[in-house]
């Protein structure tokens, strides 16, 4: 696993848990990234990771529902959930190219999600990532 996919992990594991426990302390996902990832560095990318889809969540919920038909959030498994948080952030507001924050989000579903999780992620995140050439989504 590369170091940046490690830090995704971790990103996505502070999420995770921010669903499922919102009156949480925002010190245990530090505490979390503090214990998991050593380099600063890598900190740092997981933590502007965390912040950005908590910032953006109000523009993420809204379009995963509208592009995943028939899916309300609150129906979908909290691992594929904030796995397509996590990549619709990268994909929209981060220079990461769009098929590796595709790829990253896929191995995640693979080794968080159920059976079927990948092919589900990967066919959001397509829509995702083609809304954003065609319309500008965004910017």
Do not use: C
């Amino acid at each position: 696993m590369s170091r940046r996919s490690r830090a995704r992990q971790v990103a996505f594991q502070v999420l995770y848990q921010d669903d499922l426990n919102p009156e949480g302390s925002l010190e245990n996902g530090d505490a979390l990234i503090a214990r998991r990832l050593r380099s600063e560095e890598l900190a740092e990318f997981a933590r502007g990771l965390i912040s950005g889809v908590r910032q953006t969540r109000g523009e993420l919920d809204p379009l995963l529902e509208t592009i995943a038909e028939h899916w309300a959030l609150k129906r979908m498994a909290a691992t594929d959930r904030n796995i397509l948080r996590l990549g619709a952030y990268e994909l929209l507001h981060t220079d990461t190219p769009p098929r590796v924050a595709i790829d990253e989000a896929v191995e995640l579903a693979k080794r968080f999600g159920s059976a079927h999780s990948a092919q589900f992620v990967n066919g959001i995140l397509d829509r995702v990532m083609h809304g954003k050439e065609k319309e500008g989504i965004g910017d």
